[in-house]
């Protein structure tokens, strides 16, 4: 009997064994399945499309028998909110003196294709909007610009047809999936490229703030690009192309610089402020 009991005892330790182990790695499981499924998701078509509502190409237009033309397409930027105003990197605004020259007359514009950018057209109707108002960081390679007629509020564009972006500030770790959406080698329609967060560089004139590397190529036209992840918003803004040893890499500052950029830039009703100066230059009373 005591043989048996001692049997028995060690029969039931045994399955106490089986039990732990069987939890352990059941809990070892659970806990790989909860950082699998926590990874962050490849951007999808779905989101792709979202942000189309959001970026515009930056071109050097004209006019010309009743008619706008594009005489070249310059980058791309992005609208950040219901003014109409567009971020875009610093650089795309320079030197557009030079570009007349070589083209024709010309000046800043953007446009917004009638049909939206879901589906390819061969000819495209567009909306052209002109902007000469931006202001502008160096040191961050920042702009933001408002278009002359707020696209947002014209009659010529069908509501829901834009919409601007909002910002992510989180700092995503290496290995993130992202997507950019631009208008490079002066594409008349979007181009969007998937790639990966490869590291985080110190901002230039900054103390705290940080860009991002990328694992993928950019081509010329796509500075002023956004950066973004599945959920849609913006992580950051693409600047610059990685060249010689650094080809197949991007760069983008990131969002907590942009939104920092736009604190000190904000919307200026400048109508309003237009109005008492032309009030006083029609008043013959005022000195």
């Not at 182990?21 to 962050?40: D, H, I, K, Q």
């Not at 320079?94 to 007349?100: L, M, P, S």
């Not at 564009?157 to 972006?165: L, N, Q, S």
């Not at 190529?217 to 913006?234: F, I």
């Amino acid at each position: 009997m005591l043989k048996q009991r001692s049997k028995r005892n060690l029969t039931h330790k045994h399955w106490l064994k089986i039990a732990v182990r069987y939890f352990a790695v059941t809990a070892v499981e659970c806990s790989v399945f909860v950082a699998v499924s926590a990874a962050p998701k490849d951007v999808s078509i779905e989101t792709i499309e979202r942000i189309k509502l959001s970026v515009v190409p930056i071109v050097c237009a004209y006019s010309e028998d009743n008619n706008v033309h594009i005489a070249a397409g310059i980058g791309t930027g992005f609208f950040v909110d219901s003014f109409g105003r567009f971020v875009t990197a610093g650089h795309v605004l320079n030197d557009w003196e030079k570009i007349a020259p070589l083209r024709h007359a010309c000046a800043p514009a953007t446009y917004i294709p009638d049909h939206g950018w879901r589906k390819f057209e061969r000819t495209i109707s567009f909306e052209s909007f002109a902007f000469v108002n931006c202001d502008r960081e160096a040191d961050l390679d920042l702009a933001v610009c408002e278009p002359t007629d707020n696209p947002f509020t014209s009659t010529k564009i069908t509501k829901g047809r834009i919409a601007p972006v909002t910002f992510d500030t989180y700092e995503w770790p290496d290995g993130s999936p992202v997507a950019f959406t631009g208008f490079p080698l002066e594409y008349v329609m979007p181009i969007t490229s998937k790639g990966f967060v490869g590291g985080h560089m110190a901002t230039p004139h900054t103390d705290s703030n940080f860009d991002y590397a990328i694992d993928k190529a950019a081509w010329p036209g796509c500075s002023g690009s956004p950066l973004y992840t599945e959920s849609g918003r913006v992580i950051g803004i693409l600047l610059a192309a990685g060249a010689n040893a650094g080809t197949g890499l991007s760069y983008a500052r990131s969002a907590a610089v942009i939104v920092d950029f736009l604190a000190r830039h904000p919307h200026i009703n400048r109508q309003t402020q237009a109005a008492p100066a032309q009030q006083r230059q029609a008043d013959p009373n005022t000195k």
